[in-house]
C-alpha cells in the first residue's frame, strides 16, 4: 500500500532531521517520514509492535545475551522451560529475580516515551492505538502506555503455581529461593516459557487488532520468533500500511511498505514530530 519499499538506512534522527546520513539518504528519509505521517493522520486504527531492539536503547539484553557471568554456562532450555523450574526452582527464580533486577535498574528511553505520546495522540482524536510487545520488562507501561498487550507476559509480575494469582513482588531483591508468597505458595515469573503457549486472552486480541489496523508498525523486532511474527503477515494480509524500524534486516524488510534501518527512538520520534 505504502509508495516505497526500500530499505533506507542511516545512524540516528534527531526531531525532524536524520543526521550522519548521505544527503540523497536524508533527503529520501525525510520523505518517507512525511508519508508515514500522513498514513498515521489518515488511520483509524494503529497497531505497534515491538520487540527486543525497542528496549536495547534502555540498556535491556536480550534473552540471550542475559546469559552471562554466573549463568553463562547455562543453556536457556535449563532455565526457561516449565521441566527447568520442576527440576530447579531455586536456580530458575534467582536467575529471573537477576533480570527483575536489571530490568527495574534501567528507565525507559525515547521510543518508550514517544510510543506513549502517539497513544495519547491517537486516543485524543478519535482514533484507536494498539501497544503490542514481546518485551516482558514493563518499560511500556512505565513510559506511560496504557493499552498494552504483553505477549510474553512481565518480569515484573510473578503468580502462584498453584493458585495462578499474580502478585507484585517488593522492589527490593529477594534473596530467597525459589520465592514463595507470604501465603508460603511458590511462585515463579509470570512469563511465557518455551514449550508454554502465550496467554490466550492477550493474543486473541493482539490478533483482532492487527486484522482491524490501518497502519502497523513494527519495532525493533526480529520477525523470527513465531507466533508474534505471524502478525505482520496478517497486517499485509489486512492491507494495512505496514512500517518496519531496525537497524538489521529482517525476513519482511522487503515485504514492508516503509523499511528504514535506524535506531527506533529518533525514528519515532521523526514521525511523532510530524502528526
Given at each position: 500500500?505504502?509508495?516505497?519499499?526500500?530499505?533506507?538506512?542511516?545512524?540516528?534522527?534527531?526531531?525532524?532531521?536524520?543526521?550522519?546520513?548521505?544527503?540523497?539518504?536524508?533527503?529520501?528519509v525525510n520523505k518517507q517520514l512525511d508519508q508515514i505521517?500522513?498514513?498515521?493522520?489518515d488511520a483509524r486504527r494503529i497497531v505497534a509492535l515491538?520487540?527486543?531492539?525497542?528496549?536495547?536503547?534502555?540498556?535491556?539484553?536480550?534473552?540471550?545475551?542475559?546469559?552471562?557471568?554466573?549463568?553463562?554456562?547455562?543453556?536457556?532450555?535449563?532455565?526457561?522451560?516449565?521441566?527447568?523450574?520442576?527440576?530447579?526452582?531455586?536456580?530458575?527464580?534467582?536467575?529471573?529475580?537477576?533480570?527483575?533486577?536489571?530490568?527495574?535498574?534501567?528507565?525507559?528511553?525515547?521510543?518508550?516515551?514517544?510510543?506513549?505520546?502517539?497513544?495519547?495522540?491517537?486516543?485524543?482524536?478519535?482514533?484507536?492505538?494498539?501497544?503490542?510487545?514481546?518485551?516482558?520488562?514493563?518499560?511500556?507501561?512505565?513510559?506511560?502506555?496504557?493499552?498494552?498487550?504483553?505477549?510474553?507476559?512481565?518480569?515484573?509480575?510473578?503468580?502462584?503455581?498453584?493458585?495462578?494469582?499474580?502478585?507484585?513482588?517488593?522492589?527490593?531483591?529477594?534473596?530467597?529461593?525459589?520465592?514463595?508468597?507470604?501465603?508460603?505458595?511458590?511462585?515463579?515469573?509470570?512469563?511465557?516459557?518455551?514449550?508454554?503457549?502465550?496467554?490466550?486472552?492477550?493474543?486473541?486480541?493482539?490478533?483482532?487488532?492487527?486484522?482491524?489496523?490501518?497502519?502497523?508498525?513494527?519495532?525493533?523486532?526480529?520477525?523470527?520468533?513465531?507466533?508474534?511474527?505471524?502478525?505482520?503477515?496478517?497486517?499485509?494480509?489486512?492491507?494495512?500500511?505496514?512500517?518496519?524500524?531496525?537497524?538489521?534486516?529482517?525476513?519482511?524488510?522487503?515485504?514492508?511498505?516503509?523499511?528504514?534501518?535506524?535506531?527506533?527512538?529518533?525514528?519515532?520520534?521523526?514521525?511523532?514530530?510530524?502528526?
Open positions: 500500500m505504502g509508495s516505497s519499499r526500500s530499505r533506507l538506512e542511516g545512524e540516528e534522527l534527531h526531531g525532524n532531521s536524520p543526521t550522519l546520513l548521505p544527503r540523497d539518504h536524508l533527503s529520501e505521517a500522513e498514513h498515521f493522520r515491538t520487540g527486543a531492539g525497542a528496549s536495547a536503547e534502555s540498556g535491556i539484553p536480550t534473552f540471550r545475551d542475559a546469559l552471562t557471568g554466573l549463568w553463562a554456562r547455562f543453556r536457556p532450555e535449563e532455565l526457561a522451560t516449565p521441566e527447568a523450574f520442576a527440576a530447579h526452582p531455586d536456580r530458575v527464580t534467582q536467575w529471573y529475580e537477576s533480570r527483575r533486577q536489571g530490568v527495574l535498574a534501567c528507565q525507559p528511553n525515547q521510543g518508550h516515551s514517544v510510543l506513549a505520546a502517539m497513544e495519547e495522540w491517537a486516543e485524543s482524536s478519535g482514533r484507536h492505538f494498539s501497544m503490542v510487545t514481546q518485551n516482558v520488562d514493563g518499560l511500556h507501561q512505565r513510559a506511560g502506555s496504557r493499552n498494552v498487550l504483553e505477549l510474553h507476559g512481565s518480569l515484573l509480575r510473578w503468580r502462584g503455581c498453584e493458585s495462578g494469582n499474580t502478585v507484585q513482588l517488593p522492589k527490593k531483591a529477594q534473596t530467597e529461593f525459589p520465592i514463595r508468597s507470604v501465603s508460603g505458595e511458590m511462585l515463579r515469573p509470570d512469563v511465557v516459557w518455551f514449550g508454554e503457549a502465550l496467554p490466550e486472552t492477550v493474543f486473541s486480541a493482539a490478533l483482532q487488532a492487527t486484522a482491524q489496523a490501518d497502519v502497523f508498525l513494527t519495532i525493533g523486532t526480529s520477525s523470527v520468533v513465531y507466533p508474534a511474527a505471524g502478525l505482520i503477515d496478517i497486517a499485509l494480509e489486512a492491507g494495512a500500511v505496514t512500517i518496519e524500524i531496525n537497524p538489521e534486516e529482517t525476513p519482511f524488510s522487503g515485504r514492508v511498505d516503509h523499511a528504514l534501518a535506524l535506531s527506533s527512538g529518533r525514528c519515532l520520534q521523526g514521525i511523532f514530530d510530524r502528526l
